[in-house]
């Protein structure tokens, strides 16, 4: 048997080329390094090119967007009486309180009196006076009367004499013509005609003065009992005021005097609120104290109901940067409201349609509405823009980006004014 040559075989090993390890970790360090690089140099180059970088954490970003801008405020107002008026004490007294705080009561109800022992005396004395000045004016009256007939007496009389002067000048003139009679006796009768004659001029002229007078001191009479008439009127009104009357429909508010309490003129009695005429006071901000007008639409929120009303008055002064403003209610208003009762009220200022805005932040006030960051490629870029009108929630802007621009609204006092600043 021929035995194979298998047992004369041998394995071959190929020797490969050893390679250096060391190459290849520098190889491999190499790779990242370029890769790093090519990832820096752009942000390197903003670094270089930019004035500081910011943290986008600390920032706030907007994106200007087209639509309508509504300028309004909205606060928490709290319900109050358009009308509250406190009633006075008109004269001194002792007061009796006719009703209680919290009472209703109606228009002219009387809710107290004021006992004045003072006026109502002298209301009393003035009257006895005005009947007094009364009968002296019916006096009066008679005592014309009685001298107009005694006037017309005398005239009638003086009228009887001179006819009968008369009658004797042309009696003595017939029998003087007929030679019975001397001459001087016509004369001396013709003298006593004149004499009559001159009785009655007289004692018409006294009658007309004597009528004048007469009418005179009536008119005094009775222009003094006029003006008595008056005093006793305005006491009568005074006394009156006594009993202090609600001047509208309400409810009691405060009693500010205590039950049969002696109080001077001019105190404070009682105090009415008007249910009818309920408005809401709130606090405006003072920049928007200049935009308020009155009569400007408002809306008032009572849970999920919301009731129209409109802007009724702003005050003229401005406390803790903070002007106050009442609206009142337009037509219907909610049921059972209270005084100082919470509500929620917007005033509409101005609605603004298809206008460029973007959410209200700091940047208006840090750049006095003309200058803002746009933010690009990680970068904050300064522009210089125009605002428009603002409101609570948004800004208009008017000129210095576009549509869809994002810029920094808030956060950008860490800027320091810087034209370009990288965000991290």
């Known amino acids: 048997m021929i035995r194979d040559t298998s047992a004369q075989d041998r394995r071959i090993e190929i020797a490969h080329p050893r390679v250096n390890k060391r190459w290849i970790i520098v190889g491999a360090t190499s790779a990242a390094v370029l890769v790093a690089l090519v990832w820096l140099v752009p942000s390197v180059a903003r670094l270089i090119s930019a004035g500081t970088s910011v943290s986008v954490a600390s920032l706030r970003f907007g994106e200007i967007k087209r639509g309508t801008l509504v300028r309004d405020v909205s606060a928490q107002g709290k319900v109050v009486a358009a009308q509250a008026p406190t009633l006075y004490a008109t004269a001194p007294g002792t007061i009796t309180l006719l009703t209680h705080a919290g009472d209703k009561v109606e228009k002219d109800q009387i809710l107290a009196e004021v006992d004045s022992p003072e006026l109502n005396n002298k209301l009393q004395q003035e009257q006895a006076t005005l009947a007094s000045l009364d009968i002296d004016v019916g006096r009066a009256g008679i005592d014309a009367k009685q001298k107009e007939l005694l006037a017309k007496k005398t005239i009638e009389q003086a009228q009887i004499d001179r006819q009968t002067a008369a009658r004797e000048v042309e009696r003595k003139s017939l029998a003087f013509d007929k030679g019975a009679m001397a001459e001087v ?42 003006r008595q008439k008056l005093l006793v009127a305005d006491l009568a009104r005074q006394v009156d005021l006594l009993k202090v009357r609600s001047p509208v429909a309400g409810q009691v508010g405060q009693l500010l005097v205590q039950q049969k309490a002696n109080v001077p003129i001019n105190t404070g009695l009682v105090t009415v609120i008007d249910l009818t005429s309920l408005e809401v006071e709130l606090q405006v901000p003072e920049v928007f104290a200049h935009d308020l007008t009155i009569g400007m639409p408002a809306e008032i929120a009572e849970g ?41 009220t917007r005033i509409l200022i101005d609605e603004r349609p298809n206008v460029l805005m973007v959410e209200r932040g700091s940047f208006v006030d840090t750049g006095a509405g003309r200058v803002a960051y746009l933010v690009h490629d990680g970068i904050a870029e300064r522009k210089a823009i125009q605002v428009g009108a603002t409101s609570l929630n948004a800004v208009e802007i008017v000129s210095g980006v576009k549509e869809g621009d994002r810029i920094v609204i808030s956060g950008t006092d860490s800027f320091n004014g810087a034209e370009k600043v990288v965000l991290n």
């Open 185 to 226: 006796e016509v004369l001396r009768s013709k003298d006593a005609l004149a004499k009559a004659e001159l009785d009655v001029t007289h004692a018409q002229a006294d009658a007309r003065l004597q009528n004048e007078t007469a009418a005179f001191e009536l008119r005094t009479k009775r222009l003094a009992l006029e």
């Open 304 to 344: 999920a109901q919301k009731y129209k009303g409109e802007l009724s008055a702003v005050s003229p002064e401005v406390v803790n940067n903070q002007v106050v403003a009442r609206v009142r209610f337009a037509a219907d208003k909610p049921a059972g409201l209270r005084q100082s009762q919470q509500l929620t």
